[in-house]
């Protein structure tokens, strides 16, 4: 889901996929692969073992590979065989594949970790969970895959885009910048594996849940926004960032996308142990192991996001008024003093 965070943290991301224009359309792309969802989750129910995990997980990968070559074809604005020669195959089986058929299927996972939370089993009564695992999912995946299509023409178009998400820039820095990473990602795995093994004191199952899934979404979130200006600010201490924004920015960037997403890869971790390995709950060891790996991502990912967004102060021309306008990413961005001295003025800026 690094590419969700990247489209909502990164200014150039951002400001490509949240103009008007494109968010009108964004709103069709999303509605009617949902009706196109609800037809084959129809069909499926007749053909399928749907109360089967594997088998739903299966039919939401598949719903979604389909969603999201064609709504990133929808986002290029381009037919098929244009696409696949400007784009190459391996874009388009990193859309599919990555963006499509897995990204649906940790979407389904958390659906229906969601819903068990609320004490809508699924395992119990699979009808209306896994109506919901497919419809949700796709709808989300033909955002994306949209959203990434636009970034992608806007990229041709001539318009600098420093960083497109398809993991190229996050295998560069795993492998350049191992011991400015590795710290935060250490650090993840020991706090979030602390946090989550306080589930070993509740007695009941979904109770154990939520503290084990509070405790790794505060955690998570607070290693991600440290690692954020650990990587915006290599030269120095994280700490210098820090405290120099303002409090409730820094609440902000915490709750999203640290918190959000914390939350999010448990949540995926909760239906893979409930839903694939049928587990009544989440055991204190896998909820050790999966709150220290989520943690750990986030430390990674909140890097690599300050990395990312260092790279692209140095490559651009400064914050803009559109800029300003997109939501996560005011304030968050840059040090709270420095914003308004580093805006262009409305009527020189370019939007």
Request: charged fraction near 15%.
């Amino acid at each position: 889901m690094l590419h969700r965070m990247a489209l909502r943290v990164l200014p150039s991301l951002s400001l490509a996929v949240t103009e008007g224009a494109v968010r009108k359309q964004k709103r069709i792309v999303m509605f009617v692969p949902g009706l196109m969802a609800f037809g084959c989750y129809r069909l499926a129910k007749h053909l399928l073992p749907l109360t089967e995990p594997w088998v739903l997980l299966t039919v939401s990968g598949v719903v979604g590979l389909v969603t999201a070559l064609a709504a990133y074809c929808v986002g290029r604005t381009s037919a098929w065989r244009a696409v696949a020669r400007e784009d190459g195959f391996r874009i388009l089986i990193w859309i599919a594949g990555w963006i499509g058929f897995v990204y649906g299927i940790q979407l389904s996972l958390l659906v229906l970790a969601l819903l068990w939370l609320v004490g809508y089993d699924y395992l119990a009564h699979p009808d209306g969970p896994a109506m919901m695992a497919i419809i949700i999912s796709c709808t989300a995946v033909a955002r994306d895959a949209f959203e990434i299509g636009h970034v992608r023409k806007v990229a041709l178009m001539g318009r600098p885009v420093p960083t497109f998400p398809d993991g190229a820039p996050l295998r560069s820095l795993l492998s350049s910048r191992a011991t400015k990473w590795a710290p935060w990602t250490a650090a993840g795995l020991i706090v979030g594996a602390a946090g989550a093994s306080l589930g070993y004191f509740i007695n009941a199952h979904q109770s154990a849940v939520i503290v084990q899934l509070s405790a790794v979404t505060l955690l998570g979130g607070a290693v991600a926004l440290c690692a954020y200006f650990g990587g915006i600010k290599p030269q120095s201490s994280w700490t210098a960032g820090f405290f120099e924004t303002r409090i409730s920015e820094l609440l902000k960037y915490w709750w999203w996308p640290g918190m959000a997403f914390a939350s999010t890869y448990y949540l995926v971790v909760a239906g893979i142990v409930i839903f694939l390995i049928r587990e009544p709950g989440i055991p204190t060891f896998y909820a050790v192991v999966g709150g220290g790996l989520v943690t750990a991502l986030m430390g990674l990912y909140g890097y690599y996001l300050g990395h990312r967004r260092q790279v692209e102060e140095q490559q651009g021309d400064g914050l803009t008024t559109g800029l300003l306008r997109c939501p996560f990413v005011m304030g968050i961005l840059g040090k709270s003093g420095d914003i308004g001295a580093g805006l262009p003025t409305p009527s020189t800026s370019k939007v």
